[in-house]
């Protein structure tokens, strides 16, 4: 039984208050339980930073915690981390969301490159990445460009797997696991293991997953009808990757190939066309949901990609140099959305990404790395809903990090230059090549102000150039039901109700953004608090501003302008797809924008058997000039767990409150609050302790409570799933 609580001890502490004779050992021993704990290294930097010493706020999600979290996407395994949400495109291809923005401004990487798929462009493309098989997931909040790029404003999501070993195992170990659920019926098992050969380190691994349309509480669907699941939310996936690397005397040189598959639904994306046989392999098990009403086919999605990619790593190559890191990808990515037996659009991607960094001792204190990275990105899309025309992207980026290394005061700062080339050649109406010079920086400081506070403080500006998508867009995107219009035009009235599409003459501009952070960690033995301040002004923010005008308003000339393999020769109105209303016309703009908000979690060791875990965040976000609110900014969170651990057992209850979202967008509605309950048992059976074998159940939602997410598409089509009960295994060998 504890004397004092952990909140009084803590709180003595840090104002030097003589709570006991012993105040001298208890922080010594806090400071050393401290060095124990903070032992994972942050690869998204090549500086190798802990969370604690980074000044930019930086978490990592490993071990027991990231097989608990995981899920499907690498949205919902995110979902509930301060500061992060999710797009929740209906459980089949959710996005981080983090401190309000997402999409281009987020970088997805898997091993520190970009994922290469084009989940940035469109909520409804799945992002490539495998939690299931990942050792961890790295996220950077605010600015992180000065070794990512541009793409990286908002943050960056790293997920860190071990396809390519950097030193020997020391033998053979692996990892295996499997999950069952009752909401939408999942199905999956994952494998993984890496072993010593000679010289070489060789790795593989698998996943399988399957589910159906999940359930959901009582909802009134588009028609009125009162409905309890989401319809076309089904999931089949399947990948595996092989790795190899020789073990050098100072380094390491290794390969790896890797090839993902996955089909899913498009919920609230249905066209009304004939009834079809499934001729692309798809199970048997999900044709009605295919095909759930007469002459009403279920439009589906199928991704297959395929990524090389090598890594290399030497110390002390040569004089002045302390490593060498090299990293390349190569990837090629297809996702084609089928309707009936016809691919009716198709996303293509093939992506090079090049990046060389040299870790170099400074003077004195001070460490730093120099780099080059590279990235050339051909993307197309053809078909019915080619929204988007092909494109060429190319990036040249110049970047110096550098740090002090000290257990007390650490300052960090860095600057990068980029040339970036994003051009359309087929395009015929506008522009249809962009040069953009971003240059980015950043000055952070880390303190440790008293054994048990350290304070952090980031300041940085970074610059973004528009994506691809964000410029040259001309078209309906049904999975966002708009017709999206980007900067590279403007609409000239006709008439009445009648719009003509035409080139713009304001250049776009880069995208300028001033991010300041602060934040303070407390630590006390097993206590600990973290709070996080941020505000972001953002100059020339692009912004998807909703119009009043409708697509079928729009003149359709400029239908053969796209650059578009085929053309559409009919009427808005007329197409295949029955979209007699039409669809609202968002065009891209570029304004003045300010977020702010918090990040606060904690965590209280009660007792030797009981832990109390919290946190809670916010983000308020609007335009400077009129203060009109940004689209989908996440709903206020505050949350909270109660943990009982008894060794080879352990029982958690939690409670995640959303509050209301009043404060919305034009022509967006408020979004109510709403809580989910949970609980979870996990048993460790002694006889498998050295396998660090678990066997859990969970239950997600007890009270059945129907949730809407703000930041989702698909918010009124799509709520949250309802209870859900599911039993799972995990260990090692």
Not at 43 to 67: F, H
Not at 154 to 176: L, P
Not at 620 to 642: F, K, M, W
Request: net charge negative; charged share 20%; hydrophobic share 35%.
């Amino acid at each position: 039984m504890l004397k004092y609580s952990p909140v009084a001890l803590l709180v003595a502490q840090v104002l030097a208050l003589p709570v006991a004779a012993q105040d001298t050992q208890e922080t010594s021993k806090a400071q050393h339980e401290h060095d124990n704990t903070e032992v994972i290294v942050i690869t998204a930097s090549p500086l190798a930073r802990t969370e604690l010493n980074s000044a930019q706020p930086i978490s990592v999600i490993s071990g027991d915690e990231l097989r608990e979290k995981q899920a499907h996407t690498l949205g919902e395994t995110l979902a509930q981390e301060p500061g992060i949400n999710a797009t929740h495109f209906a459980r089949v291809a959710s996005s981080p969301v983090i401190r309000g923005l997402d999409g281009p401004r987020v970088k997805i990487t898997q091993n520190g490159l970009d994922t290469g798929d084009v989940s940035r462009g469109s909520p409804d493309h799945a992002v490539t990445t495998e939690t299931s098989v990942a050792e961890q997931i790295e996220i950077l909040r605010g600015p992180a460009t000065l070794l990512y790029g541009s793409g990286a404003i908002g943050g960056v999501v790293n997920v860190v797997d071990e396809r390519i070993a950097q030193d020997f195992v020391g033998g053979t170990r692996g990892f295996f696991g499997g999950n069952l659920a009752t909401v939408d019926d999942l199905r999956d098992a994952t494998f993984g293991i890496t072993s010593d050969v000679g010289n070489t380190v060789w790795h593989f691994d698998g996943f399988t997953r399957s589910s159906d349309d999940y359930s959901t509480p009582t909802f009134l669907n588009e028609e009125g009808e009162a409905v309890d699941s989401v319809e076309n939310s089904f999931v089949d996936a399947m990948g595996g990757t092989v790795g190899v690397s020789y073990i050098l005397d100072n380094g390491f040189i290794g390969a790896s190939y890797a090839r993902l598959e996955q089909e899913y639904g498009i919920p609230g994306h249905a066209h009304h066309e004939e009834e079809h046989e499934d001729e692309h392999g798809h199970e048997e098990e999900h044709a009605d949901e295919h095909d759930d009403h007469e002459g009403e086919v279920l439009p589906y999605a199928d991704l297959v990609q395929d990524r090389v990619q090598l890594h290399a790593g030497f110390d002390q190559p040569f004089s002045g140099i302390e490593k060498l890191d090299i990293r390349y990808a190569f990837t090629d990515y297809q996702h084609q959305e089928i309707e009936g037996d016809v691919a009716g659009t198709t996303f293509t991607n093939e992506q090079h990404e090049l990046r060389v960094t040299a870790n170099h001792h400074l003077t004195g204190n001070w460490y730093g790395a120099i780099g080059y990275h590279g990235f050339d990105q051909q993307q197309a899309a053809f078909g019915e809903e080619a929204y988007t025309p092909a494109s060429d992207t190319t990036r040249h980026g110049f970047f110096w990090l550098a740090e002090t290394r000290d257990e007390t005061l650490n300052w960090q700062t860095g600057i990068r230059y980029e040339l970036v080339d994003i051009s359309a050649p087929g395009l015929e109406i506008g522009a249809s090549d962009y040069e953009f010079k971003p240059f980015s920086a950043s000055f952070g400081v880390s303190y440790q102000w008293h054994p048990l506070v350290r304070f952090n403080a980031n300041l940085s500006h970074a610059e973004r150039a528009p994506s691809a998508n964000e410029l040259f867009a001309n078209g309906q995107h049904l999975a966002t039901r708009t017709y999206e219009l980007g900067l590279n035009y403007e609409l000239h009235e006709e008439g009445d109700h009648a719009y003509a599409i035409e080139a713009t003459d304001r250049a776009p501009a880069l995208e300028k953004s001033n991010t300041l952070d602060l934040g303070t960690h407390i630590e006390y033995g097993d206590n600990h608090l973290d709070i996080t301040l941020f505000v972001s002004q953002i100059d020339n923010f692009v912004f998807e501003n909703v119009t009043a005008i409708n697509s079928v308003d729009l003149m359709q000339d400029h239908d053969h302008d796209h650059g578009h393999e085929e053309e559409h020769e009919e009427h808005a109105e007329e197409d295949a797809h029955d979209h007699s209303e039409g669809l609202p016309v968002v065009h891209y703009q570029q304004v003045d924008a300010l977020l702010f908000g918090y990040e606060i979690s904690g965590l209280w060791q009660l007792t030797n058997e009981w832990q109390l875990t919290a946190f809670s965040d916010y983000t308020r976000a609007y335009t400077e000039d009129s203060r009109s609110n940004l689209p989908r900014i996440p709903q206020q969170r505050l949350g909270s767990e109660v943990t009982y651990n008894q060794g080879t057992w352990e029982a958690r209850v939690g409670y995640i409150w959303h509050a209301e979202q009043n404060r919305v967008a034009i022509n967006e509605t408020q979004t109510p609050s709403f809580g989910l309950l949970n609980a979870q048992f996990n048993y460790f059976p002694q006889t498998f302790a050295a396998n660090n074998l678990s066997i859990y159940v969970k239950a997600d939602n007890l009270t059945d409570k129907l949730g809407y997410v703000h930041t989702s598409f698909l918010k009124e089509q799509a709520p949250l799933a309802g209870r859900n009960f599911s039993i799972g295994i995990r260990g090692e060998f």
